[in-house]
């Protein structure tokens, strides 16, 4: 028998690759089954401020009885962290409700297409707001991203613009977050999975009295009796689903967080959105156009283009 024998190094790299390779694998799923399952939500129950809320109760829940029963070590926190972290929830329930409200109003492939942008908005905030310049590679990447995503909008059988407005609100909202998020992340003891669950208490305590006073006069209109008929028996079940998959997914991102670069997770992050935008048009039966879809292939493309020239003014500033 022929045996080949690999050396220590070539083990962990391997090892390595397999677990990151698992990593993007969960968060995708963990992401599509979400995305589904939200939309199925809002279908049935369009109020967008409160299946939010319950998304970050559902996580809040989760994580507290994980404490409780000792599943995972309470985080020590103090009230500097707190202090940190207060901005990111902030942009974290901004982001998140934005969101919601797009796919209250479009279908699913939309918002992920607008809001596969991102980078756009993530060189637009360090420029404007950080004052940082970039390599002209850089700038020149936004614009099939900026094209892209406007030719998907333009040719959009069923724009709406509350649907675009909040893709890109949320676009905006996670920039700040994920800046913020990184200063706050940076030499605590909190890692990534209790650092999200902190992220969503405060979340969730920040955006109820919002979601109460947004859209609770609107529930109470309809009557409880009403609401209930119209929403089917599986109904529960699609915001169990909905809520869980939305914090696991969130939460297994923050761990991701820990583990790799900035950079190859907004990659990571962009590729997340293809399987969403395939497998949503798939599931919902989606009508879309050549033209629209040639816009999304473009927006992505862009954001390839982009982590290309991010690597390179990586790779530039180390040889500074
Ligand atoms: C949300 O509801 O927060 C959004 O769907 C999140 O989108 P993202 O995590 O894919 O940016």
Redesign the pocket.
Known sequence: PISIEFDEETKIVAAHKFKIGLYFATWWAL?VV??IY?KKVLNAFPFPWLT?TL?LAAGSFIMLVSWATRIAETPKTDIDFLKALFPVAVAHTI??VA??VS?SKVAVSF??II?SG?PAFSVLVSSLFLGQTFPLPLYLSLVPIIGGCALAAVTELNFNLTGFMGAMI?NLA?VFRNIFSKKGMKGKSVGGMNYYACLSMMSLLILTPFAIAVEGPKVWALGWQNAVSQIGPNFIWWVVAQSVF?HL??QV?YMFLNEISPLTFSIG?TM??IV?IVSSIIIFQNPIQPVNALGATIAIFGTFLYSQAKQLEKFGKKDE
């Open positions: 992401n979400f995305n939200n939010s998304s982001g998140h969101a919601t796919m918002t992920h809001k991102e949320s996670f939305y997914y969130n991102s992050n997340k959105r969403v």
